[in-house]
């Protein structure tokens, strides 16, 4: 056992047994690397990375290498989902230095935390033009004895491109209408007609860019917007990247086609594929869309909740096969002679065409992922069969050994969820829904703010962990705060994203409103990273850009509202150059153009105006609904908001200027309409 024992991160306990004497990021293990005159071996990853398990396997589990690195080095394990800034910061330097990233990320650092020396995964054997791990080891032990001068060059000139890096926001101020016609164009062109979403293999789940087709349609109307945006979720819910069973999305494909997933699934993408499929729905009406926002929902509450009321991180890609080893995908794949077991030979027919399942098989070994192979509607063909085929199906497959569950809570990503659940919940009458995001939201409050005022990062069995929130947790916490808040009508939510949002003005935010990553008093790396693009999940640069803007409409907070416009400034920079990796800054940006539209109810929680004014198209429109003497003292926008003649009443404002008031729901909807 060694320092391991203890932690709250999944991945780092998976490590606690390993023969490698790990340390965990900690001043303590760099002062132990300058006693000893050792480097510093930081090896990152998170518990559902597959090439991270099985370098584990190959080389931390193996005596010899183990001996071989406590001898020489001070090795250091890094949740990446815990510290995304000790990750950033490295990762930045080994992309410079190789063109290329990933996990398990493999660095070599001086004492000082310099790093000199980089690289991903690393093979028990040298092969594919890759030297082995242990011909690695040896090469940095010699550089460290031998040429040490040169191993502090190197550091030296990797430190100083790093620090002297910097980002300009944008001289031209807030994107505007030429800005995001430009981004809409270069993801034109960079779209695939033929597969939906865009680029090639391996190809993500565009779940940002998405929202931005989505808002720029209910802005200008624009079709092509909302075709890309249609297509691409309809082929990746037919691909094997969804879960045809179970529901929920894995976390890309290895192909263009979406036929065979990488099948960790992970919250985050599940958070945002709900939202933007509830969202698609509500712009088309699309049955599809509707059945995988709520599937994807359902599979979030069933698999990834945990006891305390909160949404662990993944589900791991590999699990036990029937010979017992542990293989990717082992719990989702499916033989024809796996299919007749279960069903018999006419259902198995019957399936085996439905699903893509073929003698050949589409992954390893004969076995395919599920997928809808029909075109058209014809999947909607022998509903009753079809929904008895996967029943069985499902409740075969729960007799398999399930892939373990990485079950660390981690802030953004709840709140990426609790935004997903309470409008999902809204739309579709599943108060249990936003039931769930209440009780996730207040979990947060609870366990990742408690006394200290101030968001931790990670919990873990109603226990937080010791690192500090970065700027994406307090960008999309505030913004499931806020959605919870125009969904229940409790104005507690409001205010507690103003807690946080008035924290990033205080800690994240420097001069011309660029925003960094970690606030001014996190702990100090060779570099405080600062990054607006997306990743898999919205930048924290502009995730908090969208939540100070919205908590502006809500309250007519000017300082909020100038951050916002501050943060934007990036967004004409980059847009119409790499859209696809700021999708959710341009998503923000419509909003920005649309106004957003304000919306008060003043009637009951749940009403027709009020379910009316939820499914309103304009982009980041915020709704205030409540009715009574106090409704005023939780939402501003309720005040001076009277009923007109003793009927619920809405109001719509933007750009400083109301329309009527109205009483009637149609009215409504079209003053919503985009």
């Not at 890309?228 to 179970?246: H, N, P, T, V």
């Not at 939540?547 to 004409?572: D, F, K, Q, W």
């Not at 539209?597 to 004014?613: C, F, I, K, S, W």
Request: glycine share 10%; with cysteine.
């Amino acid at each position: 056992m060694n320092r391991l024992a203890g932690v709250t991160s999944p991945y780092l306990l998976q490590h606690a047994d390993n023969p490698v004497d790990w340390w965990p990021w900690s001043p303590e293990a760099f002062e132990e690397a300058k006693r000893r005159d050792v480097p510093v071996l930081l090896s990152v990853g998170y518990a559902a990375c597959h090439w991270c398990h099985v370098m584990a396997h190959e080389s931390f589990e193996d005596e010899a290498v183990a001996a071989y690195l406590n001898a020489h080095f001070v090795p250091v394990k890094v949740d990446r989902e815990e510290r995304p800034d000790v990750d950033a910061v490295y990762m930045e330097a080994v992309q410079a230095a190789t063109g290329q990233g990933g996990w398990p990320m493999t660095v070599f650092l001086t004492a000082d935390a310099e790093p000199f020396y980089f690289g991903t995964y690393f093979p028990p054997e040298s092969r594919h033009g890759m030297p082995s791990f242990q011909q690695v080891l040896e090469g940095v032990v010699a550089a460290w004895t031998d040429r040490r001068d040169e191993v502090g060059e190197v550091a030296g000139r990797i430190v100083r491109d790093l620090t002297s890096r910097s980002l300009a926001v944008g001289e031209g101020g807030v994107p505007g209408e030429a800005e995001l016609a430009q981004a809409l164009l270069r993801l034109t062109r960079d779209y695939d007609e033929k597969h939906g979403g865009f680029g090639g293999a391996p190809k993500f789940p565009p779940s940002m860019v998405i929202e931005f087709l989505l808002r720029h349609h209910a802005r200008t109307g624009a079709e092509g917007a909302l075709q890309m945006a249609a297509d691409s979720c309809a082929a990746m819910a037919r691909g094997g990247i969804y879960d045809q069973l179970g529901g929920g999305f894995a976390r890309y494909s290895v192909d263009r086609e979406w036929i065979v997933p990488h099948f960790e699934k992970m919250l985050y993408d599940n958070a945002l594929l709900c939202r933007v499929y509830a969202h698609l729905w509500r712009a088309t009406g699309s049955d599809l869309a509707r059945r995988v926002a709520l599937e994807t929902a359902d599979f979030m509450v069933r698999e990834l909740r945990t006891a305390e009321g909160g949404f662990a991180s993944a589900l791991d890609a590999d699990s036990e096969d029937a010979q017992g080893r542990h293989v990717e995908g082992a719990f989702y794949v499916w033989t024809p002679a796996q299919l007749r077991e279960v069903l018999g030979e006419e259902d198995a027919t019957f399936a085996a065409e439905y699903f893509g399942v073929t003698e050949e098989g589409t992954f390893e070994e004969g076995a395919s992922v599920l997928r809808l192979v029909r075109t058209g509607e014809a999947d909607t063909d022998d509903g009753a069969r079809v929904e008895d085929v996967r029943a069985r199906l499902l409740a075969a497959r729960e007799l398999r050994a399930r892939p373990e569950r990485d079950d660390k809570i981690v802030a953004a990503w709840n709140g990426l969820a609790i935004a997903a659940l309470a409008e999902t919940g809204a739309y579709f009458d599943r108060p249990d829904l936003v039931e769930r995001a209440t009780e996730a939201a207040d979990l947060l409050v609870r366990v990742h703010l408690g006394d200290v005022a101030r968001l931790c990062r990670t919990s873990r069995d109603g226990r937080a962990g010791d690192n500090a929130g970065v700027l994406e947790d307090y960008g999309d916490v505030a913004e499931g705060f806020l959605s919870l808040a125009s969904v229940t009508g409790e104005g507690a939510w409001l205010e507690f994203a103003g807690f946080l949002l008035d924290i990033v003005l205080e800690r994240f935010t420097g001069e011309g409103g660029q925003l960094y990553d970690t606030a001014d008093d996190a702990e100090r790396l060779i570099r405080r990273p600062q990054d607006p693009t997306d990743s898999a999940t919205p930048a924290g640069w502009t995730a908090a850009a969208g939540a100070l803007l919205s908590y502006a409409a809500h309250t007519g907070s000017e300082a909020h509202r100038t951050a916002a416009e501050g943060a934007l400034g990036i967004v004409g920079a980059l847009g119409p150059k790499a859209p696809r990796f700021i999708g959710w800054g341009l998503a923000v940006a419509e909003a920005l153009l649309d106004g957003p539209r304000e919306v008060a109810v003043t009637g009951p929680v749940g009403g027709e105006l009020h379910r009316t004014a939820l499914l309103g198209r304009a982009p980041g429109a915020v709704v205030a609904a409540g009715e009574g003497p106090d409704a005023g003292t939780e939402f501003p926008l309720l005040v001076d908001r009277p009923q007109r003649g003793g009927a619920p009443t809405a109001y719509v404002c933007r750009h400083f200027v109301c329309d009527a008031p109205t009483t009637d729901a149609g009215e409504l909807a079209a003053k919503l309409g985009g």
